[in-house]
């Protein structure tokens, strides 16, 4: 009888949809992640000691959480993916879960603007064996990006670097990845604050109109998973690309 709409009758008016999920006083978010990661992202001794080996070198604690890696490597496999770029490398934690998904003939070139983060990075998937898949490059990602062949194109374009320049990544990424390829984002939902962007300012503004500019992209059929901090997940449909 018109529960759970607002402004009935205008047809401008947004729906109030009921999501089905329950309040996060009744299950934090923390703890039904908790569940994920215990069922489906387990961490081996190698992907422990990635992340205590970044925490030794003070790095910020921005690696993927353990969910939200399994999640990024599932859609991989999903696609079958052999050649993955990933924007932001950190300590390579990320980098293992990717090259993980891969076949041993498939190549991931990771991105890293500082040589010392990138030289742990190396060694990170040097100790877990993956070094002849994984391709650790040191500098600006977007010169990197421009500077890339699209042929043969990506499989997937993975982004998780500075937020500002998501949609900077996003032309080049569209340029990159091949037709029915994968473009994924972390740190979609940004806390919650991309809801009301204007009122927190600064990266929410940003990633926002990444959000929109996705959304809006005739190249791209995409959404946000709400694992982690938000994973936004397009597929290249139409439009120009290399392999169009």
């Known amino acids: 009888m018109g529960e759970g709409r607002r402004g009935e009758g205008d047809p401008g008016a947004a729906e109030t949809i009921v999501s089905g999920a329950p309040a996060p006083s009744e299950f934090p978010h923390d703890e039904l ?3 994920v990661r215990n069922l489906f ?3 081996d001794d190698c992907l422990r000691a990635i992340r205590a080996r970044a925490a030794e070198a003070s790095l910020p604690a921005i690696q993927l959480p353990p969910a939200t890696a399994r999640a990024v490597q599932i859609l991989l496999r999903a696609i079958g993916a052999r050649r993955v770029l990933e924007i932001g490398t950190l300590a390579g934690y990320s980098a293992v879960w990717i090259a993980r998904a891969l076949p041993p003939d498939g190549m991931l070139i990771t991105l890293e603007i500082d040589p010392d983060r990138a030289a742990m990075a190396r060694k990170s998937v040097e100790d877990t064996g993956l070094a002849d898949r994984v391709d650790v490059r040191v500098g600006d990602a ?15 374009v993975f982004l998780d670097a500075d937020k500002e320049r998501y949609c900077d ?4 990424a ?21 809801m009301d962007p204007e009122r927190f ?3 929410a503004v940003d990633i926002h109109r990444f959000n929109e500019r996705v ?8 959404t946000i998973l709400p694992v982690g901090d938000g994973l936004l ?3 290249r449909t139409t439009g120009k690309s290399a392999s169009n």
């Open 142 to 156: 977007l010169d990197l990006m421009t500077a890339l062949d699209p042929d043969p194109p990506f499989d997937a």
């Open 233 to 235: 997940v397009a597929v």
């Open 201 to 203: 300012g600064g990266l």
């Open 33 to 35: 992640d908790g569940y």
């Open 169 to 172: 990544y996003l032309e080049q």
């Open 215 to 222: 959304a809006a992209d005739p190249r791209f059929e995409a």
């Open 174 to 194: 569209a340029r990159l990845v091949r037709h029915k390829g994968l473009l994924v984002a972390d740190n979609a939902l940004w806390r919650g604050e991309v």
């Open 41 to 43: 992202a387990r961490e």
